[in-house]
Every structure is written in structure tokens, then in C-alpha cells.
């Protein structure tokens, strides 16, 4: 009989903790739902001004200019070019490296990736560096060189992330 008691008595203890963690749960609910819709408000207000988006996409300096630079060479080197006409990419960006890029830098970048998977780590500033030497690469020795980051880190040869 008291055993039955003191179950009943543990019971009653546990559905308290368990109304507890849910008002808890309802509560943290309501905050993320009311962050939401400020997030929304603001994101609504600041299309309605006219403002653009912010320029950096990572506190490393990798810019949205950097990211529209590597899609303009996927684009040259995808587009069948005729009679040896410059590439949109080259023309538009001096600063472009064209598509037979110097060996010497592809090769600097992959041994740096080697010597990273070789340390197996990686941290946020080095990984941004990483990338954007990467971004500097012909489109096809970029395509190897992210492959062969992305595999390492998979793998779990390499702590970073991306």
C-alpha cells in the first residue's frame, strides 16, 4: 500500500514537471513566432524604402561581388564562345582570372587543402580565405578544388565548415 502511495505521490511530481517544461515550451513558442513576424515587418518595410541588401555576405569579406564574379565565368566558360571573342567575364571584370589560369596558383591552392586535411582543422577565417582563393580559380579547377574541401569534411578528415 505504500508503495502505491509513493508511486502515486512521483506520479503527480513528474505530470507538475511535465506542465511546467510545456508552459515553458508554449512560452519560447510565442517569442519565436512574435521575433517572426518582426523579422517579416522589418524585412517588408525595408523592400517598401527601396533599400537593397546588404553587400557583405561574410564578416571575411567574401562579397555578393565576389559570388557574382565566379557566376559570370560559369556562364562564359558554359556559353559556346565564337572566333576568339573575349568572354563576358573578362571583359566586364579586369580582375577576372581567365579560364587558363596561371598552374601555379591552382596548384598553390590544392596544397594548401592538402595541408589542411593533412592538420584536420580548419577555422572560420582560414575557411574564408580558402574560399575565396578558390573563387579565383578556372571554373573547372574551382569545381575540383570545393569537391575535394566538401569530401574532406564529409569524410571527417577536416573540421570546418563551410
Wanted: proline share 6%; net charge neutral; hydrophobic share 45%.
Amino acid at each position: 500500500m505504500r508503495l502505491l502511495i509513493a508511486l502515486s505521490i512521483a506520479q503527480t511530481a513528474l505530470l507538475g514537471v511535465l506542465g511546467v517544461h510545456a508552459l515553458t515550451m508554449d512560452a519560447r513558442t510565442r517569442e519565436i513566432a512574435e521575433t517572426a513576424a518582426r523579422l517579416t515587418a522589418a524585412t517588408d518595410a525595408m523592400r517598401a524604402s527601396g533599400a537593397g541588401a546588404p553587400t557583405a555576405y561574410s564578416a571575411d569579406n567574401f562579397l555578393t561581388e565576389d559570388i557574382r564574379q565566379i557566376i559570370r565565368e560559369e556562364l562564359a566558360a558554359a556559353a559556346p564562345t565564337g572566333g576568339g571573342a573575349p568572354t563576358p567575364s573578362a571583359s566586364l571584370n579586369p580582375g577576372v582570372v581567365p579560364v587558363g589560369a596561371v598552374p601555379a596558383e591552382t596548384q598553390a591552392v590544392h596544397r594548401a587543402l592538402d595541408d589542411f586535411i593533412h592538420r584536420g582543422r580548419m577555422t572560420e577565417g582560414e575557411m574564408a580565405a580558402m574560399q575565396k582563393q578558390i573563387g579565383r580559380l578556372p571554373p573547372a579547377e574551382r569545381r575540383r578544388a570545393m569537391g575535394k574541401l566538401i569530401k574532406a569534411i564529409e569524410a571527417g578528415t577536416l573540421d570546418a565548415q563551410l
